[in-house]
């Protein structure tokens, strides 16, 4: 389960580098997905509720 988790931080950031640097006009909102994302890896984690 955790080599999951990790996989999915790993692409959500390779994610956000590519969509920053391929399309500024839409970084802020890559961004923004990207820290929602992890917000609820975050609080699943917390809560012990799986994934």
Do not use: C, E, Q
């Amino acid at each position: 389960m955790r080599d999951l988790i990790w996989l999915i931080i790993v692409l959500l950031i390779i994610g956000w580098l590519v969509g920053y640097f391929a399309f500024p006009d839409l970084g802020a909102i890559i961004h923004i997905l990207l820290v929602v994302a992890v917000i609820l890896i975050i609080y699943k984690l917390l809560t012990g509720r799986s994934l």
